[in-house]
C-alpha cells in the first residue's frame, strides 16, 4: 500500500509494544507495593513476564495485538493480511501449548491483557492478588 499508511502502520504497533512494556512496569510496581516478590524473564516455557517461584504462579502481561485478544485492539491489519494472520495465529497456538506445558508442571498461569489492564487496573490486580494469595513476607509472620 502507500508510504504513508506503512509508516503510520508501524508507528502504531512501536506505540503498542513500547505501552505493553510500561504496562507491565505498573503491575510490578502495584505488586511489589502490596509486598509481594517475583522473578522476571523466567526460563519456564514462553518466558512468563512476572513468576512467583514459591507460589508457582507464572504471569504473563498480553498485548492485545501480538496475542490475537480478539479486542478492539487486536484488528489484523490489512496491509499483508495473510503474513499477520498467520503469524498471529502461531502466536496464539503457542500461547495455548505454553500455557499446557506450564500446567503440567504445575504452575498456575494467569494472562492479563492490555486492554483490561489499562480499563480495570484495579480489578486485574486483585484477579492476581487472588491466585497469588497473601504476600508471605509482608510484616512479622513470615512462615
Ligand atoms: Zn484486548
Given at each position: 500500500m502507500d508510504k504513508i499508511s506503512k509508516e503510520r502502520r508501524s508507528w502504531n504497533m512501536s506505540r503498542i509494544r513500547s505501552s505493553n512494556t510500561s504496562l507491565e512496569l505498573e503491575v510490578r510496581k502495584a505488586l511489589h507495593a502490596l509486598g509481594f516478590r517475583y522473578r522476571l524473564r523466567s526460563s519456564l516455557p514462553g518466558h512468563p513476564?512476572?513468576?512467583f517461584p514459591k507460589k508457582r504462579v507464572a504471569l504473563f502481561i498480553n498485548g492485545c495485538f501480538w496475542h490475537s485478544h480478539?479486542?478492539?485492539?487486536s484488528t489484523i491489519p490489512t496491509t499483508r493480511h495473510d503474513f499477520w494472520a498467520e503469524k498471529l495465529g502461531n502466536n496464539k497456538n503457542r500461547d495455548k501449548r505454553v500455557n499446557g506445558q506450564l500446567k503440567a508442571m504445575g504452575w498456575r498461569v494467569v494472562t492479563l491483557w492490555e486492554c483490561e489492564i489499562k480499563e480495570q487496573f484495579e480489578r486485574e490486580l486483585a484477579r492476581v492478588v487472588k491466585v497469588i494469595g497473601p504476600a508471605s513476607n509482608h510484616g512479622i509472620r513470615n512462615i
Open positions: 513476564d512476572i513468576v480478539g479486542c478492539k485492539l
